[in-house]
């Protein structure tokens, strides 16, 4: 009986050094307070200022879960769900999705990447990394009205192994409906492909995407269906991060579908982030439109 129970113990053992599973929770919780002046009073005729409680300014609140199961030879199966909400009144980030943010399930390869189906960040939020601001509320986002930030749903993803300091990432989403590129109350097609070379010294990347008008699948406004390149580099100096961006969105050489609304945007910013200590940092930016 003693040697069957230690062989059973073995086996356990055996397995669970082989499977090596693993499931986190992880989130963020952003809320504070905001003055802010310059604000056109209810007339219109002059300005006024304001105080309130916030959340999400410098980033959507969120909690979530992944996990990952290594099925043996380099290979894994992986899934992640995370939600974003606000931090202040407890508001899904987007009503009746309780997985508004990440929903996919997965399998990865040590050799050959990671291929993901479901919901997704967009590709642009690939300009997180080089915005010294992080995409909060007074940054690179606010320049293009929040084009950075979509979600896309019925996304198929491809992330590329490492080789030589060069990585290959690309997304297709699929618009789910009876027209390629349309599904009025859906979502619009929408794909990009982003690629960076990462050194100890600096990083560069490149950033192509465009994303159509879910009700004709055009590209017709240049913050919500467009195309968008991006160029940026980080330059890393000990303490010190040096950020340089060139940015642009397009539409198809139509009419803009909303009057009033320009065909073009140019965006350049750069930054110095000092990281005093692991905790603490010092950012300077500027930012143009």
Known sequence: MKNALLATSLLVCAIAAYAQSSVTLYGRLD??????????????SASTSRWRVEGGDWGTS???????????????????????FNAVNGNLASAGSLWSRWATVGVANDSFGTLLLGRELFISNGL????????????????????????SSNNISYQSPKIAGFDAYGQYSLSNGTSWNANPG??????????????????????????????????????????????GANVFLGQFKLQGVYQASRISGITSSVAGTPTTTNQFWGGLTWQ??????LIAAAYHV
């Open 186 to 231: 859906g979502q619009g097609r929408s794909d990009g492909i982003q690629l960076t070379y990462t050194s100890a010294l600096f990083q560069v990347r490149g950033l192509y995407d465009e994303i159509h008008d879910p009700n004709n699948g055009l590209l017709d406004n240049v913050f919500t269906a467009s195309r968008e390149y991006f160029v």
């Open 62 to 84: 969120l909690w979530g879960l992944k996990g990952v199961e290594d099925i043996g030879n380099g290979n894994k199966v992986l899934f992640q769900l995370e939600n974003g």
């Open 31 to 44: 809320a504070g307070i905001e003055y802010m002046s310059g604000l056109t009073n209810a007339a219109g």
């Open 128 to 151: 997180w990394d080089f915005d010294p601001l992080g995409q909060s509320n007074w940054s690179s986002a606010s320049l293009v009205r929040g084009r950075n930030w979509p979600i």
């Open 276 to 281: 005093a200590t692991p905790a603490a940092a």
